[in-house]
Each structure stands twice: as structure tokens, then as C-alpha cells.
């Protein structure tokens, strides 16, 4: 189970790569319209990046959907948690699943105070409960995000912004990966 598991994550790191690669030549002209000394280059004027390409890539592959499944399975099998100091121990015993999202509709974030929110977008990162595919899992899902943005002509989305995301993605995987393998 773990070996298939293992495999699968494998071969979604493969389509993160080739994701990526589908990038290059775009991020090669962003990097020419930062040299380049005229303003005639509009972004109208710039080739369209390949989102379309990329959201089917990372939304189909079979190996990427099948990644939270597979990131279960294999940390059940693979998680060995450090044990807490008893100050750790408190403190996070401490923290109730209900404080970090709540069911509030009054307020334009999904939380009775501003620091609840903060709490449940970057916790997970440092809570010692967290599972080691949660790092990778949300890196990557971020990168789906930007993708859909793109998608919806938001002009943040550059190619230079998704290689990042893209690249960061891979080094989870890659570190994800080696855990597993160690």
C-alpha cells in the first residue's frame, strides 16, 4: 500500500514538472521585458500564458488528484512526530478545533476575530499535529489558485509568479518524498 502510495506521489511530482516546463519559454520573456529599455511592449502585446494547459494539467492528472488520498495512507504509515515539551504540550492541548473556524456570517472572514483567521491559514504549518504532506498539500493547492486566477485575467498572475509557486511546489514534493524514502 505504502509503495503504490509512494509511487503515485511520484508520478504527481512528474506532472508539477512538466507543469513547469510548460512555463519556460514564458518566463523567458518576462525576463526580456524587464531588460528591455522601450515601453512598446504592452501586456496586450505579450503572449497569453498556457493557463488553460496548466489547469487541465494539474486538475486531470490522475496522479495529483489521487495526492490527499495518497498523502493519508502514507502518513499514517510514515509520521513520527518529535515529542512535545510538556510547555509545547500545553499550548497546543490548549487550542480548541472550534476557536480556529467558526460558523460566523456577521463579519466579511470566516472568524470572530481577525487572529482566529490568522490561526487557521498558517497553524497547520507549525502544529506539531499536522500531518508532513500538509506543507506539500497546501503549497500546491495554492498553486491550482493561482492558476484559476489567471484563468479569470487576474493581472497579478504572471509567469514568473506561477514558476515560483510551481517550483516551491516540487521542493515540498521533493522533501515530502525523501521522508518517505528515508
Known amino acids: 500500500m505504502l509503495r503504490e502510495a509512494r509511487a503515485r506521489v511520484g508520478r504527481a511530482r512528474e506532472d508539477v514538472a512538466k507543469a513547469l516546463k510548460l512555463l519556460e519559454p514564458y518566463v523567458r520573456d518576462d525576463d526580456d521585458d524587464d531588460d528591455a529599455t522601450s515601453s512598446s511592449s504592452s501586456s ?15 486538475a486531470t492528472s490522475p496522479a495529483i488528484r489521487a495526492l490527499e488520498e495518497d498523502a493519508v495512507v502514507i502518513d499514517a504509515l510514515t509520521s513520527k512526530a518529535a515529542p512535545l515539551d510538556d510547555v509545547e504540550k500545553r499550548a497546543w492541548n490548549s487550542v480548541n478545533a472550534e476557536e480556529w473556524l467558526t460558523q460566523s456570517s ?4 470566516p472568524a470572530k476575530r481577525p487572529n482566529d ?32 486566477m489567471g484563468l479569470r485575467n487576474d ?21 515530502y518524498l525523501s521522508l518517505v524514502d528515508g
Open 44 to 58: 496586450e502585446e505579450r503572449r497569453t500564458l498556457p493557463l488553460k494547459e496548466l489547469n487541465a494539467l494539474l
Open 106 to 109: 456577521t463579519t466579511t472572514l
Open 117 to 148: 483567521f490568522l490561526c487557521a491559514v498558517f497553524s497547520c504549518y507549525n502544529d506539531p499535529r499536522a500531518p508532513p504532506s500538509t506543507e506539500m498539500l497546501l503549497t500546491l493547492r495554492l498553486a491550482k489558485d493561482g492558476v484559476k
Open 155 to 175: 493581472a497579478r498572475i504572471t509567469a514568473g509568479g506561477l514558476t515560483a509557486s510551481l517550483t516551491d511546489v516540487l521542493e515540498k514534493m521533493d522533501d
